[in-house]
């Protein structure tokens, strides 16, 4: 799968996505299982790696629902309309896997600094006035994603064991390259 295919199957804005925002991660059904290999430092097993894509897809959720209501800009209400759809699939695409694999989201230091993000930056989003809101929103969006991009290239997709896992990263990664697109372009615009 190309860079684009991996962008679309992580379905969400990268910086977004590693920021969760206070949203429960979903808890996926499934047998804890085996650990997968684990070639880097941190050790990242597919559990690992599949926790810190729901942890980055939840945070992108959570995010893009405040956006949703506080956002001043048609455009940005778009844009936060794209994060709640694509992040959301993402999530349901991984929950499958998951399930298909035998596997629980396992947590690690990757998914907790995450979703510590996400939470930072969902209470910066609920703080920040309305005359400042859309720009703010964006200029996260922007650098979520550009982060979101280079963890899935740099620890999520070269630790990624199962092939239906590497398939999901790759999806993820091209929806989060054109979430960025989409955001550079709407940040230009305000």
Known sequence: MNTRNIVAAFGMTAATCLATAGAATVAFAGPAATPAKATDEKGLTDSKILGVADAANAGEVAQATIASDKAQADSVKSFAKLMIKDHSAAREKGTAIAKELGLTP?????S???????DAL????????????DRTYMEAQVREHE???KMIDGK????ADAPQLKALLEDMRT???HHLSVAQ??????
């Open 106 to 110: 396992a947590p690690s230091p990757a």
């Open 112 to 118: 907790d600094d995450v979703k510590k993000k996400g």
């Open 122 to 133: 969902a209470t910066k989003l609920r703080a920040a006035p309305e005359a400042t809101f």
């Open 147 to 149: 982060k979101v991009l």
């Open 156 to 159: 999520l997709l070269p630790n």
């Open 175 to 177: 929806h989060v390259e």
């Open 185 to 190: 372009s709407t940040l230009k615009q305000l």
